[in-house]
């Protein structure tokens, strides 16, 4: 019996069956309601959950001849939206279970906003307007718009631009003939724009653009798809790998700018073409990185539908693209974390690109990681996943090299050659100890690409003018008043942030605490790299990209191409500008005073620098046409650590073969598995009281031997936005007794709690 779309069942005959939703609200458990109707698993309904109506998923639904009369009935049911599959249930049971988080947080994690806030009838006709505009196939320029829209696009819109250009203009240049220029297929558009379809609406009435209806696809686009380069021998045999039936992870290593796309695209092509119904999914760790590889594959796979997921994108522009990858619609999918948990019914192939970077890790909410889900996605389905970095984590080099993961190396660049690695002593250098931002060496190094015509990067990962004022006569400080941080110096508003809370207030004129005028910057951040290098170099185009200059959409975007079309000649920034991007003009790279990462309270510290510090040098050289060669320098006070030695060496194995070898002698993972109790109050006393008894509950539940519980500690951020912040480490050389211990914990802990928020974090990686 099929129920109809969005009508509500009250005023319908009794019911006669129940129904198990795992609603959109911290409840462990599924809740039961009545219905009319029998509803299949995975259906997306709308419930009454006390005073209000949430979305929810249908777990189960069976007959209960003796219904109870006090349960409340499923209000509407989103017909026009296929159930969840099976696949997709299984995946967030099992994520649920393992993070120990509710099912139904899991699920309104998964599901895209816009479709848990609006009735089924708006989702129903949200769908059919998505559905018509779909009768057109692809979009052609015309004659007006040719004349026109060079004239109504700034020249900083780079993803208007990137639309543009597949039409045909050029951001310079004469007008094309719009007989010969090409048609831009509805599916490559999305993958250009994230507002492709309302974009070219807009233009379709103007005049700017016509619609080629799907009859005419065959005569009307000639063009077929970009003609993918030539695999190396390295390549092919990592591509040929994939090939196998069956689940299988493999380590893709490869060096930076050693082709590691190309072989995703690959692998992807014959998946595609070997099943007319498969879906892919390609994950990346940024939002950032998301436009080059989208352009990549719509130039690759111009038939194909692309879906692209990420928290950047409006909740409905996200909820079409989701449920066209939930419709078996999307061949492609890319996306950030979250995409791991989308709906895909013919998923065939993942790729997670850049797997060692900590973003993966969802570190608020549910806790997951989402490389790790798509191993066990993987593994449930029965298909190859593929894991790629230059510098992988520790735990996927470990699985490697036990034989758990598949190893394929890629150990050439594509084009151009690998840095030369310089240390630059900072402690012996007169212009850092005379205050400048770099050195003898790096002012040297930086004049000279200047003088070539090379682009040079800097790296900072520290924002902001200065991380601290003082007072040099009272020793006061900027302290965030919410936070134990120091409340950053940005110099072009004058004023004072803290980066954890979002406090923000003006510079004052003298100290607050003695009256001094004389306050001072202490420490350097980008701004101040940015200014001291202006004032260096006045004839150069410097820029600077992190968090402060992205904060506007597009922005971040729009300072990429700059880059990328030679318009800058220094680019300042934080890791932001170190990960994936393809700098084709940049010969130098320096890394400015990285040394906190060697010293951290983090046991992951070395690690991520070390990566870090790889993605940096990898962005140099790739083009290979830099007649000074490409070079990193480091500025550092430890030239002769052992980190920045490998560093020198590109030698990641020895790197990682030392680091394994230290946490297996501390006990640490991978070869013991860890869990933290996060908990945060106002008041100090409750916590100290919640943890005490706590950790108390997991020593008894511990008594067997197999699990250690440590005493509570302060987080490394003791206190943030005025509440205190404790944790408890549980750690087990079995995962499965850890997990024993977990599940009984937890609903210890929802007893004892009384208004302590608290949350199990299961494989922790930030300390």
Same mark, same amino acid.
């Given at each position: 019996?099929?129920?109809?779309?969005?009508? /509500?069942?009250?005023?319908?005959?009794?019911?006669?069956?129940?129904?198990?939703?795992?609603?959109?609200?911290p409840?462990?458990?599924?809740?039961?309601?009545?219905?009319?109707?029998?509803?299949?698993?995975g259906?997306?309904?709308?419930?009454?959950?006390?005073?209000?109506?949430?979305?929810?998923?249908?777990?189960?639904?069976?007959?209960?001849?003796?219904?109870?009369?006090?349960?409340?009935?499923?209000?509407?049911?989103?017909?026009?939206l296929?159930?969840?599959?099976?696949d997709?249930?299984?995946?967030?049971?099992f994520?649920?279970?393992?993070?120990?988080?509710?099912?139904?947080?899991?699920?309104?994690?998964?599901?895209?906003?816009?479709l848990?806030?609006?009735?089924?009838?708006?989702?129903?006709?949200?769908?059919?307007?998505?559905?018509?505009?779909?009768?057109c196939a692809?979009?052609?320029?015309?004659?007006?718009?040719?004349?026109?829209?060079?004239?109504r696009i700034?020249?900083?819109?780079?993803?208007?631009w990137? %639309?543009?250009?597949?039409?045909?203009?050029?951001r310079?240049?004469?007008?094309?003939?719009?007989?010969?220029a090409?048609?831009?297929?509805?599916?490559?558009a999305?993958?250009?724009?994230?507002r492709?379809?309302q974009?070219?609406?807009?233009?379709?009435?103007e005049?700017?653009?016509?619609?080629?209806?799907?009859?005419?696809?065959?005569?009307?686009?000639?063009h077929?798809?970009?003609q993918?380069?030539?695999?190396?021998?390295?390549?092919?045999?990592?591509?040929?790998?994939?090939?196998?039936?069956?689940?299988?992870?493999?380590?893709?290593?490869?060096?930076?700018?050693?082709?590691k796309?190309?072989?995703? %695209?690959?692998?992807?092509?014959?998946?595609?073409e070997?099943? /007319?119904?498969?879906?892919?999914?390609?994950l990346?760790?940024?939002?950032?990185?998301?436009?080059?590889?989208?352009?990549?594959?719509?130039?690759?796979?111009?038939?194909?539908?692309?879906?692209?997921?990420?928290?950047?994108?409006?909740?409905?522009?996200?909820?079409?693209?989701?449920?066209?990858?939930?419709?078996?619609?999307?061949?492609?999918?890319?996306?950030?974390?979250?995409?791991?948990? &989308?709906?895909?019914?013919?998923?065939?192939?993942?790729?997670?690109?850049?797997?060692?970077?900590?973003?993966?890790k969802?570190?608020?909410?549910?806790r997951?990681?989402?490389?790790?889900?798509?191993?066990?996605r993987?593994r449930?389905?029965?298909?190859?996943?593929?894991?790629?970095?230059?510098?992988?984590?520790?735990?996927?080099?470990?699985?490697?090299?036990?034989?758990?993961?598949?190893?394929?190396?890629?150990?050439?660049?594509?084009?151009?050659?690998m840095?030369q690695?310089?240390?630059?002593?900072?402690?012996?250098?007169?212009?850092?100890?005379?205050?400048?931002?770099i050195?003898?060496?790096?002012?040297?190094?930086?004049?000279?690409?200047?003088q070539?015509?090379?682009?040079?990067?800097?790296?900072?990962?520290?924002?902001g003018?200065?991380?601290?004022?003082?007072c040099?006569?009272?020793?006061?400080?900027?302290?965030?008043p919410?936070?134990?941080a120091?409340?950053?110096?940005?110099?072009?508003?004058?004023?004072?942030?803290?980066?954890?809370?979002?406090?923000?207030?003006?510079?004052?004129r003298?100290?607050?605490?003695c009256?001094?005028?004389?306050l001072?910057?202490?420490?350097?951040? *980008?701004?101040?790299v940015?200014?001291?290098?202006?004032?260096?170099?006045?004839q150069?185009?410097?820029?600077?990209?992190?968090?402060?200059?992205?904060?506007?959409?597009?922005?971040?975007?729009?300072s990429?191409?700059?880059?990328?079309?030679?318009?800058?000649?220094?680019? =300042?920034?934080?890791?932001?500008?170190?990960?994936?991007?393809d700098?084709?003009?940049?010969?130098?790279?320096?890394?400015?005073? /990285?040394?906190?990462?060697?010293?951290?309270?983090?046991?992951?510290a070395p690690?991520?620098?070390?990566?870090?510090?790889?993605?940096?040098?990898?962005?140099a050289?790739?083009?290979?046409?830099s007649?000074?060669?490409?070079?990193?320098?480091?500025?550092?006070?430890?030239?002769?650590?052992?980190?920045?030695?490998?560093?020198?060496r590109?030698?990641?194995?020895?790197?990682?073969?030392?680091?394994?070898?230290?946490?297996?002698?501390?006990?640490m993972?991978?070869f013991?598995?860890?869990?933290?109790l996060r908990?945060?109050?106002?008041?100090?006393?409750?916590?100290?009281?919640?943890?005490?008894?706590?950790? &108390?509950?997991?020593?008894?539940?511990?008594?067997?031997?197999?699990? *250690?519980?440590?005493?509570?500690?302060?987080?490394?951020?003791?206190?943030?936005?005025?509440?205190?912040?404790?944790?408890i480490? =549980?750690?087990?050389?079995?995962?499965?007794?850890?997990h024993?211990l977990?599940?009984a914990?937890?609903?210890?802990l929802?007893a004892?709690?009384?208004?302590v928020?608290?949350?199990?974090d299961?494989?922790? *990686?930030?300390?």
């Open positions: 019996m099929a129920a109809d779309p969005g009508s /509500p069942a009250a005023g319908a005959p009794a019911a006669q069956w129940r129904a198990q939703v795992a609603v959109d609200a409840i462990w458990g599924a809740l039961d309601y009545r219905s009319a109707v029998e509803l299949a698993p259906s997306v309904v709308r419930v009454p959950l006390g005073r209000q109506v949430v979305c929810g998923v249908v777990l189960r639904c069976s007959v209960d001849d003796g219904a109870d009369p006090a349960l409340k009935e499923v209000g509407q049911v989103c017909g026009a296929p159930p969840l599959g099976a997709w249930m299984a995946l967030l049971r994520s649920a279970s393992y993070y120990q988080r509710p099912l139904g947080e899991l699920m309104a994690a998964a599901l895209p906003g816009w848990r806030e609006h009735p089924a009838q708006a989702v129903a006709r949200r769908l059919r307007a998505t559905r018509q505009r779909e009768r692809a979009y052609a320029l015309t004659a007006l718009g040719a004349q026109q829209l060079p004239q700034a020249q900083r819109n780079v993803a208007l990137r %639309l543009a250009c597949a039409l045909g203009l050029q310079a240049g004469a007008a094309p003939d719009v007989g010969d090409p048609r831009l297929p509805v599916a490559s999305r993958g250009l724009h994230p492709a379809a974009v070219l609406a807009e233009w379709l009435r005049g700017w653009v016509r619609e080629i209806p799907a009859s005419a696809l065959g005569s009307e686009l000639p077929g798809p970009v993918p380069p030539q695999l190396r021998e390295e390549q092919a045999l990592a591509v040929q790998a994939l090939q196998a039936p069956g689940f299988a992870a493999h380590l893709l290593f490869g060096i930076t700018g050693s082709g796309t190309e072989v995703y %695209l690959h692998a992807a092509q014959q998946v595609l070997r099943d /007319p119904q498969a879906q892919v999914l390609l990346t760790p940024e939002i950032n990185l998301t436009p080059q590889l989208l352009q990549r594959l719509a130039e690759r796979f111009p038939r194909q539908r692309l879906a692209l997921l990420h928290s950047g994108l409006a909740e409905a522009e996200r909820f079409d693209h989701w449920a066209a990858a939930h419709a078996g619609q999307a061949r492609i999918v890319l996306g950030t974390r979250l995409a791991v948990l &989308a709906s895909l019914p013919r998923l065939a192939l993942i790729a997670v690109d850049e797997e060692h970077d900590p973003s993966y969802q570190q608020e909410g549910a997951y990681s989402a490389r790790d889900l798509a191993v066990w993987a449930h389905l029965g298909i190859p996943v593929l894991l790629g970095s230059a510098t992988p984590s520790l735990e996927s080099w470990h699985a490697a090299c036990t034989g758990r993961y598949r190893l394929l190396r890629l150990r050439q660049r594509a084009g151009g050659e840095p690695v310089d240390l630059a002593n900072s402690r012996d250098d007169p212009l850092l100890r005379a205050g400048g931002p050195g003898r060496a790096l002012f040297d190094a930086l004049a000279q690409r200047l070539l015509g090379d682009q040079s990067l800097l790296f900072l990962n520290r924002r003018y200065a991380p601290v004022l003082c040099p006569d009272c020793g006061w400080m900027s302290d965030c919410h936070c134990d120091h409340l950053v110096y940005h110099r072009t508003d004058r004023s004072l942030r803290c980066h954890h809370c979002g406090h923000r207030q003006p510079v004052a003298a100290c607050p605490q009256g001094s005028l004389d001072q910057p202490v420490g350097r951040g *980008t701004q101040r940015e200014e001291a290098l202006a004032a260096l170099f006045p150069a185009r410097i820029a600077r990209i992190d968090a402060d200059t992205a904060a506007r959409k597009g922005q971040a975007e729009a990429f191409a700059q880059v990328h079309a030679g318009e800058v000649d220094i680019l =300042v920034g934080t890791q932001m500008i170190t990960k994936g991007h700098f084709r003009r940049v010969g130098l790279v320096a890394a400015l005073n /990285p040394d906190a990462g060697l010293f951290s309270h983090d046991p992951r690690e991520r620098l070390f990566a870090q510090l790889v993605q940096a040098a990898g962005r050289g790739r083009a290979g046409a007649a000074l060669g490409a070079r990193m320098l480091v500025q550092t006070a430890y030239p002769e650590h052992v980190l920045y030695q490998a560093l020198q590109h030698d990641y194995a020895g790197f990682a073969a030392r680091e394994l070898e230290e946490r297996r002698r501390a006990g993972p991978p013991r598995f860890q869990a933290l908990a945060e109050h106002a008041r100090e006393p409750r916590l100290q009281d919640f943890m005490e008894q706590a950790a &108390a509950l997991a020593a008894e539940l511990a008594a067997d031997g197999a699990t *250690t519980v440590y005493p509570a500690v302060p987080s490394s951020l003791a206190r943030r936005a005025g509440v205190h912040r404790q944790q480490l =549980v750690e087990s050389d079995r995962r499965r007794a850890l024993v977990l599940g914990w937890r609903p210890a929802q004892l709690a009384g208004g928020r608290w949350a199990i299961v494989d922790p *990686t930030d300390f």
